[in-house]
């Protein structure tokens, strides 16, 4: 059975940093492209950072440099550093699979698997 199950979120002052987790079960991080989502109230879910199976990156333009994904294979969880945190980072964040391989994307529609989220707020 497929599970996501992402943690780490919380509250920060903006500049400081978060450490997102997602662990999944059912298949491991390599076998899957996979992604991090935001969704902040009243915007639409937007894609954040992609990972494929060969470890190749793709980042949406807006975050300059801040984030990086990563998995790690031993704890079979893909990752998500967040530094640099903005008000405007404030999301609930979501961990996402697609069900096979694929270039890095941020195209919603390639993923099937979804976590239930966790929440991080920025605060000024």
């Known amino acids: 059975q497929v599970q996501l199950v992402e943690s780490g979120g919380g509250s920060v002052q903006a500049g400081g940093s978060l450490r997102l987790s997602c662990a999944v079960s059912g298949f491991g991080t390599w076998d899957y492209t996979m992604a991090w989502f935001r969704q902040a109230p009243e915007n639409e879910r937007e894609g954040v950072a992609s990972?494929?199976?060969?470890?190749?990156?793709m980042y949406v333009d807006s975050l300059e440099g801040r984030f990086t994904i990563s998995r790690d294979n031993a704890k079979n969880t893909l990752d998500l550093q967040m530094n640099s945190l903005k008000p405007e980072d404030t999301a609930m964040y979501y961990c996402?699979?697609?069900?096979?391989?694929?270039?890095?994307?941020?195209?919603?529609?390639?993923?099937?698997?979804w976590g239930q989220g966790t929440q991080v707020t920025v605060f000024s």
């Open positions: 990972l494929d199976v060969d470890v190749r990156a």
């Open positions: 996402a699979a697609a069900g096979g391989h694929y270039y890095p994307t941020l195209s919603e529609t390639t993923y099937h698997y």
